[in-house]
Nanobody
Framework: QLQLVETGGGLVQPGGSLRLSCTAS????????IGWFRQVPGKEREGVSC????????NYADSVKGRFTISRDNAKNTVYLQVNSLKPEDTGVYYC????????????????????WGQGTQVTVSS
């Protein structure tokens, strides 16, 4: 069974940066596309970014393009989301999710495409 754990969240001022990590256990991530999502209370979960199994394809929501960068290190079984130039509207719980397949990241990540989910890490952007 694949398990995912997100770390790296926290409280940051507007304009600040964080690096979120999604570390897997139980299986190797080599064949899995990884998506990052975020959710604020009362709103639907939003797809933020996606990376294909070997990192050749990435995708970003328009709201984060140019500010967020997704990457992966399969040797460490970890996917990263570098979040820069943070805005208050980036506040939320950030989740990573995994699904076998290399074609998911030709479009923005959609929640129903992913089978395995982590518990989330809170990102709060506030002065």
């Amino acid at each position: 069974q694949l398990q995912l754990v997100e770390t790296g969240g926290g409280l940051v001022q507007p304009g600040g940066s964080l690096r979120l990590s999604c570390t897997a256990s139980g299986r190797k991530l080599d064949y899995y596309a990884i998506g990052w999502f975020r959710q604020v209370p009362g709103k639907e979960r939003e797809g933020v970014s996606c990376i294909s199994p070997y990192g050749g394809t990435t995708n970003y929501a328009d709201s984060v393009k140019g500010r967020f960068t997704i990457s992966r290190d399969n040797a460490k079984n970890t996917v990263y989301l570098q979040v820069n130039s943070l805005k208050p509207e980036d506040t939320g719980v950030y989740y990573c999710a995994a699904q076998v397949g290399g074609l998911l990241c030709y479009r923005e990540p959609e929640e129903n495409d992913y089978e395995y989910w982590g518990q989330g890490t809170q990102v709060t952007v506030s002065s």
